[in-house]
């Protein structure tokens, strides 16, 4: 089954809006790092965050008063994604659209927080406020009351394939005629506790550059934001067919997974791949797997320029895939150091003709997915 | 094959069989340890032991004793590396697998709300504290939400992708919900089900901070009711195309025959009290299944015994339905949020194939406001052959299932 993309929208390190943030990638900007430091030492680490500026065109909405920023960040998304389609949901068409939401860490920031309060007080110092923050759906929840969706809402929790996981459930769900669109929106905020525990894992660099299928892992910059894409079953872009992928179990095994899930999605030609390498272990397996199943395909990753949003990163992936179908170009790979047996640029690439793109997303807990896009 | 559209549009072409279930839950490891407790109608709810309740007003959950969990794993020297979340959802898995072990799912569709929350805990304690982060990087791996459910697809050698549904206390439902939608559509001929939550304190002293649990007993619907109780829990559904399980002679346990998900937006953590986001989410159900409420024998109520939840569920049910048998076997083994509605299907399961209906205990008094036919403290005989299974979540997110008796 096919679908099509109705509408995007995201806000990332870059900024917001599909347009302002897709024309600085084409210039090669990257993300303004800031400086966090763990509470309990000097241990400092760069993130890419969401400048406030990008906020300020953000919807008001009693919901979002108290909210974590990781529900700003979706609704803001969310709310994009459908007035570029031109969609304004009344109660009839609310019922008839489904929201799917992709999240990795969630609200980590009142979790923390809440959490904080029991350890160094007690159990009595816990808000009632923030803990229902905390749940993994409160931004969907949020975003399904700002919309007025009454009917099917779904959060998927998983690592940065979480959000190509929730394309191919909404793939699932549009079966279902009574549907005629569904919301995937995917969704993460940073905070230094994620820098810890992904640092702790060997997993993180402290500070940029995110240098992408280089000869040593050097580590991610996390960063957040959220990305939306508003799906129905006709349009100019397509998906012609996700991929579920599939769990490896040892890092070395993410490889053979990746190779199965291209296999099957490059039995046309491909044009080019948005690819997640994000200077950790798996850009090695990518590289490898592109090399040997689609050699001439041009490979492009954001992950340099905006870093890893974990949750956000596969609905951004896809965002970047349409938008470079859409425009015929992909932006420059930043920070590629040596010479590699890939179809990279670090200028920008006119790709007038191209027709279909692969979206890989493979992430670092052990889930890998994709899917193929392509232009009418 | 004939295909045809229900009245909610849902194009359907394939009935759906439950061929193996598993379950481990306060009410015991497995299908008959289960059955036993519900027939016996026991309070499998006790005095929390693994965290400090000291300054909390509820003192009591529903647990899963930790050593027999352990007992359990055929690995344990791998076990003692992983959570006890997927210590529960191996064991369940294994019970299922026992029944089909040539069950090879295309996908998984598993809810939790909370994945190895308990390691976060110990994670950020030991920061805090200036502790020993020698096990860091075991808590940070076995954390994620999808780690319990990989384990346990590893653990039997399954190689199916997982979505990870975590819609708060409606997530189990809702996997299965959307499992059975994914083999009715004829996508899937096979999808693996369920929920899993294992205990943690930060969740326990968040529903004690929102004061919605009880340090009295959890009394579902009683006149007296004054909230919920914890739990946890693990339990799988394997689904399968009905004419294929038939096919290559599959035990068929039970049908699952429709769906309803709804959304209301009143409140994050309340539901609207006139109960419309409950109702919509049983018509649906009752929709998608071309079946009326009169057909429906038994409900197995979210019934968390919270003055909101019960009000608001029994308003919908009893608008809907005529006197029909309710319980909520929450009042037996505490609310295992995530695995709830996975371990209230595998409930339904039993109540079909053994022809009962579960209790709701702690009942003393009828509330006057909600006008229901309560299955009173003890198991009732019964013929049952339609069961509706509710579970409503934080989000205001609502969902039901429909499961008939099987009769070869």
Redesign the interface.
Known sequence: ?SLAIAGMGWITPLGSGIDPVWERLLQGDEAQAEKIT?Q?SNQCYSVFRVPESALTSSPRHP?LRRASMISRFAAAAGLEALQAAGVKLDSQSAERMA?VFA??NGGVIY??R???D???G???S???LL????????P???L??IL????????????SAAGL?AI??AE??M?????DYCLVVGAEEVDW?LC??YR??RLLRLAPPVEPFGRIDRGMILSEGAGAILLRRDGPIIIEGTH????Y?KRAEAEELMKRILCDLSRTKIDFVISSANGTFIDKAESRVLQQVIPDAFVYTAKPALGESVGAAGLWQVILGGQALHCGELPPLLHVRRTIPLQISPTRVSLAAAGRAIVLGSGV???V?GLRLSIR | MVKS?SA????FTARVAVVAAGVVSPLGFGLSETLDSLREARDCVNRVTRFS?A??RCKTAGQVPAERLLDEQRNRVRARRLHRASHMIICALGEALTQEPQFKPE?TVIG??S?GMSY??D???S??Q?GN?RH??TW??N?????PV?DA??AFGI??????????CASGT?AIG?AF??VR?G?YQRVLTGGYDALS??VF???????ASTPEKCRPFDRHRTGMVLGEGAAVLALENFNAARARGATVLAEITGYG?????FH??QPDPSGIGPR?AMERTLQSAHISADAVDYINAHGTATPFNDTAEGKAISELFDRVPVSSTKSMMGHSLGAAGAVEAVICLLALQHQFLPPNINFRAPDEDIHLNIVANKAQPALVSTVLSNSF?????NASILMRKFDA
């Open positions: 089954m763990e309990f919901r929201l999240i990795s979790t923390k809440f959490y904080r029991i350890v160094e007690s159990a009595q816990a808000s009632p803990f229902p923050e905390t749940v993994f759906n409160a969907a929840s949020h399904a009351a007025g969706i009454t009917g099917a809402t779904y959060t998927l929790v998983g690592d996981l191919r459930m699932d769900l079966t279902n005629e009574a549907l506790l810890d525990a702790r894992w579920a992928g599939g769990n179990r807990n052990q889930q997915a | 559209t909610n549009g849902k194009k309740v300054q909390c996908l939790t709300t994945g976060g805990e994670y950020y304690r920061l805090k200036g982060l860091s990087p940070i791996a954390y994620p939400a999808q780690k990989i697809l590893e190689a199916a992708p997982c979505e990870v549904v975590s819609n708060a809702n959307h939608d994914c559509s996508r304190e930060l002293v968040g529903f004690d901070s929102l004061q998900i709804s959304t209301d937006n994050l953590t919509r979540g934080f989000g205001g997110t």
